[in-house]
């Protein structure tokens, strides 16, 4: 069984920092690129970044472009979102989700080419 678990969210002032890690389990973790989403209270789903398989390339809403990264590390099956100079409108839960077909990275920023997600984990951004 495919799962997905995020952690790392919580409360932060605006231009803070937080570190989300989500752990795969049920799949072969190193043959799939890995993405994040977030959707905002009110908003729809947002794609925020994916990452390839082997963490080679990385790519960014641009939204986020130049505070957020993605990473991974396959010996550990665990995926991370390195999230800086946080904002009021990151507010979101944020879920990482697993790329529907092996070893394909094309298509990156489309969530339905994803097909598992986690359970979210609340991020809030407020002073």
């Known amino acids: 069984e495919v799962q997905l678990v995020e952690s790392g969210g919580g409360l932060v002032q605006p231009g803070g920092s937080l570190r989300l890690s989500c752990t795969a389990s049920?799949?072969?973790?190193?043959?799939?690129?890995m993405g994040w989403v977030r959707r905002a209270p009110g908003k729809g789903l947002e794609w925020v970044s994916a990452i390839d398989r082997i963490g080679g390339s990385t790519n960014y809403a641009d939204s986020v472009k130049g505070r957020f990264t993605t990473s991974r590390d396959n010996a550990e099956n665990t995926l991370y979102l390195q999230m800086n100079s946080l904002k009021p409108e990151d507010t979101a839960v944020y879920y990482c989700i697993k790329k529907r077909r092996v070893l394909y990275y094309d298509n990156y920023d489309v969530v339905n080419e994803y097909d598992y997600w986690g359970q979210g984990t609340q991020v809030t951004i407020s002073s």
């Open positions: 049920g799949f072969t973790f190193s043959v799939y690129a």
